[in-house]
């Protein structure tokens, strides 16, 4: 399953350090975090979709307290 959102992210490092954490998460498949657009997109396992969002969430913001993720 892949799936859009707009985020906000108020650093590009953070943004690339957050994108790399993610990606490392097990079922995910891509994930592309655009500081410019602010916007997210992850693409993971479908029967383990939202657990992996809330875990991707919650990785960010241990990056980067500000981060969040619209619409979850």
Do not use: H, Y
């Not at 859009?4 to 590009?12: H, L, P, Q």
């Not at 079922?27 to 997109?41: A, I, P, Y």
């Amino acid at each position: 399953m892949k799936k859009k959102f707009e985020c906000e992210i108020d650093c590009a490092n953070c943004a690339a350090k957050i994108q790399e954490a993610i990606g490392k998460i097990p079922g995910v498949q891509s994930v592309k975090l655009n500081f410019m657009m602010q916007k997210f997109t992850l693409e993971a396992e479908d029967d383990r979709f939202e657990e992996i969002l809330q875990e991707a969430i919650r990785i960010g913001k241990t990056i980067e307290p500000d981060f969040a993720v619209k619409g979850v």
